[in-house]
């Protein structure tokens, strides 16, 4: 066979309870999730920032950052509701690569899945209990998430898995917001086509149980751009896009019409600096039209301790191994900006 077990995985049951959510932090996260709900229905006009490394890579700077990152948000909560990055999946073109803290607790050590699972749910922990906020993590793998689906607020799928029926079922299983990115093709109904796959009930296999799902009213679109067939970036949150975004929306029966722009990937072809240029253009674009300002809820940013990035053992504390980032400073200064323009 091609395939060997390496060693049976404790089950989200056991890890759980080892590591349990205290009736205060279910206290905190019930808030937060009403928070972020009530942005994407419109119940409130308050608007979302999703902001943190491309890849979680070490406890204490992330944490260093999110703690950094919670001054800010309560100094701007009257304006803005701020969602930690915490990305503790790194998926990977080729499977190549720094495969993020499930696989690699220690980016320098060989994989270990079961340190892996419990470094990631203590890290979510702990962001609850010194930063008091609760994080986004994207969707990887659907049946992993069933190890933090009573801490995290927010959870995206990514470009590569926005087609998976696997990825679309479980998404209307949950009860927070989901966000589906637009495919790498960029295609606008392949990605509404799953928001209306995640919104409906469904029935189906997961971890081994015959599940049925209620739908989940608060899925979404992600818009972070895509490639044509020469690999080209075709960047999708221009003002046009999002006018075409809004009246194909408009053609569904979609709850909750909601758009956040990722302003990194293929909307910035990596350019991280970039992102600072495509969150003003954003904000223009919604001070321009009631449509827009209705349609777009939020942003996505990558940031980090220190700006760019390094190869794994690059050894400079806070800066991504992966894809490069902004740094606190120009952050800090982005959101403040944000604040006073939303």
Not at 256 to 284: C, F, M, P
């Amino acid at each position: 066979m091609g395939m060997k077990i390496n060693r049976t995985l404790p089950g989200p049951d056991e890890i759980k309870a080892k590591y349990p959510l205290t009736p205060d932090l279910k206290k905190l996260k019930d808030k937060r999730d009403r928070e972020i709900k009530d942005v994407i229905s419109g119940r409130s006009d308050k608007f979302l920032v999703i902001t943190g490394p491309c890849s979680a890579d070490r406890e204490d700077c992330v944490l260093e950052y999110i703690e950094k990152l919670a001054v800010l948000a309560d100094k701007l909560k009257d304006r803005l509701v701020v969602v930690p990055r915490v990305y503790t999946n790194k998926p990977r073109t080729t499977g190549e690569g720094y495969k993020g803290m499930l696989h690699q607790p220690r980016p320098d050590d060989a994989p270990d899945l079961e340190a892996g699972i419990i470094a990631i749910r203590k890290l979510h922990l702990a962001v609850m209990e010194k930063c008091g906020l609760t994080s986004a993590d994207e969707m990887l793998y659907p049946e992993n998430r069933s190890y933090l689906d009573d801490v995290l607020s927010y959870e995206a799928v990514g470009a590569r898995s926005v087609e998976d029926q696997q990825h679309r079922l479980t998404a209307s299983g949950m009860d927070i917001p989901v966000g589906m990115k637009n495919p790498t093709s960029g295609d606008f109904t392949v990605m509404l086509n799953s928001v209306y796959a995640a919104q409906r009930p469904h029935n189906f296999i997961y971890r081994g149980c015959d599940v049925t799902t209620d739908g989940n009213e608060y899925a979404h679109v992600i818009l972070r751009g895509g490639v044509d067939k020469y690999g080209a970036n075709i960047p999708n949150y221009h003002f046009e896009d999002l006018i075409r975004l809004s009246d194909m929306y408009e053609k569904t029966d979609l709850k909750n019409k909601a758009a956040i722009i990722d302003t990194n990937h293929s909307n910035s072809g990596k350019k991280y600096r970039e992102q600072i240029r495509i969150v003003g253009e954003v904000l223009h674009s919604r001070s321009c039209s009631s449509e827009l300002k209705r349609l777009v809820k939020g942003v996505m940013i990558e940031s980090y301790l220190e700006e760019g990035s390094q190869p794994v053992g690059g050894g400079i504390p806070g800066k991504s191994i992966t894809d490069p980032c902004l740094g606190w400073k120009d952050t800090e200064k982005l959101l403040y900006t944000i604040a006073e323009k939303c």
